[in-house]
């Protein structure tokens, strides 16, 4: 995440001991429904980094949705986010 985020500091990535294994993890769910909700204004998490879990994931259930304008912060408050999540839960998981 760290060149992605902060290019300059790329040569930092070595010493980040926090390692996220979602690549590894979210192959490994086939069950679960799965939501994606996307913040394309991500500087954390860029878009990319969603669309290749997305790809990755296994789960017979996959929904993605974006946030046009959402960032890393901000997203929450983006006009459809709850409602992304509402419908989700009501449709794939309350059944």
């Keep these: 995440m760290i060149p992605s985020v902060m290019p300059i500091a ?6 980040c ?8 993890m979210i ?3 086939t069950d679960i429904p799965v939501l994606f909700i996307s913040g394309l ?7 990319a980094h969603m669309k290749e879990l997305l790809r990755l994931c296994k789960s ?11 960032d890393h ?13 509402d419908e989700f839960i009501t449709k794939h998981v309350a059944r």
């Design 60 to 70: 017979k259930t996959v929904i993605w949705k974006e946030l046009p304008y959402g």
């Design 73 to 85: 912060n901000n997203s929450v408050t983006e006009p459809g986010y709850f409602s992304f999540i």
């Design 41 to 47: 204004q991500d500087e954390m998490v860029p878009p």
């Design 17 to 24: 001991h926090e390692y996220w294994r979602s690549e590894d």
């Design 10 to 15: 790329r040569f930092l990535t070595p010493l």
């Design 27 to 29: 192959s490994q769910i």
